[in-house]
Each structure stands twice: as structure tokens, then as C-alpha cells.
């Protein structure tokens, strides 16, 4: 593992985590409204109320009691996601694109029998992909579908692009895009691809995977 000079990361105006968290982060937003953003479920419903759009909320489930019934809650459910809502890197993302029956198919083409989809969910209840192990609510969305422009951009997942405002001032922008590694999903935890971007050309300016640079996708 390398190590930089801290000094020398400042001198290029590059902003530390510890910094980041410490001087903008927590100066800059009341900790009573932390457990709003820490939880997907609060936040999809602070969205909505603004105006912004959001996937569409399928279903939740929040007690164990309620998978006895997950045939009946996946009735109709041909492309979802599951998603715990205070997970955290990405992990009990579960990226359903077709259906054939009781037969789930990932974007990777793997099958997955409702048993699989059963057990996903009851790890997610039982708080094992949440922050601090707390039991957790197992959310069930829409998929979204990108435009075909992005074909060329991501694989077997969909791409997004995340802008930091602060102040109110756009200051970063970042392209993510998912690879096999990451099963379709566009989080860099999971082998995603992160790009930086220039905010005022929209031109891609480098890429990295796992934290090392990458010249190909």
C-alpha cells in the first residue's frame, strides 16, 4: 500500500476524508438531521415531498413474519431492486432484471430461486448489511432503465452521475459506472468504476478502481 504526504495532498488541493468529515460535513449540517440521510427509506420520502424524482417504492418489508408472504409481495415484479435502508458500500443490493416464474434473474444472467430473494431479505432484516448492525427495513424498487447512450459506459448495470453542492454551488462531479465485478451495481465498493469530471467541460478526467487508476473499461 502507498502512502502520501499529507502536506503535498493539501498543496494539490486535494480534500482528506478526516477533513472532509470534520470542516464541511459536520460544520456544516445539524447531527439532528443525520438520521434522516442515513436511512434510504426517511430520505425517499423527503425527496418525494420536495418534488424530486425518485424509483418507485414497490414495497417494504420491515418483520421477518412478513416473508411467510414474499410470493405475494413479489406478485407482478418482473424488475426490481432490493436494497437495505440503512445499508452502507453497496452490500444486500440484490438487481433483479427478468422473470420467468419463480425464477429471478440477475443482470449477470445468474437464476435465483425465491429462496435466494427470501434469504437476502432476512439478512437485511436481521441488520447484517446495516450501519452498526441494527435491525433494518428491506426496501423493494422499481428498477430504473437508462438510456441507451450509456451502453457504452456501464456494464450490465445502470451508470450515475453524483454532483456535490455545497453552499449551493455544484463543486464535484463523478461518473460511476458498474462492471462485472460489481454485479451490475454502480458502487464503488463493489468494483465499480469511479470517473472523475470536469465541471465545466463535462469531459471525463480520470477513472479509478478499488483506489488505482484505470485507463479501461
Known amino acids: 500500500m502507498l502512502f502520501s504526504n499529507p502536506f503535498a ?14 470542516h464541511y460535513i459536520g460544520a456544516q449540517n445539524n447531527r439532528k438531521y443525520y438520521p434522516f440521510v442515513d436511512n434510504k427509506l426517511k430520505t425517499k420520502v423527503i425527496a418525494q415531498s420536495a418534488g424530486i424524482a425518485v424509483p418507485k417504492l414497490l414495497a ?81 424498487e422499481k428498477l430504473v432503465e437508462f438510456d441507451p447512450i450509456f451502453d457504452r459506459y456501464s456494464y450490465e448495470g445502470v451508470p450515475d452521475i453524483r454532483v456535490i453542492i455545497y453552499k449551493g454551488y455544484p463543486a464535484m462531479a463523478m461518473l460511476r459506472c458498474s462492471t462485472k465485478e460489481s454485479d451490475g451495481k454502480a458502487n464503488l465498493h463493489q468494483g465499480a468504476v469511479g470517473v472523475g469530471i470536469n465541471m465545466a467541460s463535462g469531459k471525463a478526467l480520470f477513472a479509478v478502481q478499488h483506489g488505482d487508476p484505470v485507463t479501461k473499461h
Do not use: C
Not at 495532498?9 to 477533513?19: P, R, S, T, W
Not at 436494497?83 to 440484490?94: D, H, V, W
Open 9 to 22: 495532498l493539501k498543496k494539490l488541493g486535494i480534500l482528506g476524508m478526516n477533513k472532509r468529515n470534520i
Open 60 to 140: 417494504t418489508v420491515e418483520r421477518q413474519s412478513q416473508l411467510r408472504n414474499l410470493k405475494d409481495i413479489l406478485v407482478g415484479l418482473d424488475k426490481f431492486v432490493v436494497k437495505p435502508a440503512q445499508g452502507s458500500g453497496g452490500k444486500g443490493i440484490l438487481v433483479i432484471t427478468q422473470r420467468e416464474g419463480d425464477i429471478f434473474i440477475k443482470p449477470s444472467g445468474q437464476r435465483l430461486e425465491l429462496k435466494d430473494v427470501h434469504r437476502d431479505i432476512s439478512n437485511i432484516l436481521s441488520g447484517l448489511y446495516s450501519l452498526g448492525g441494527k435491525p433494518d427495513v428491506a426496501m423493494i
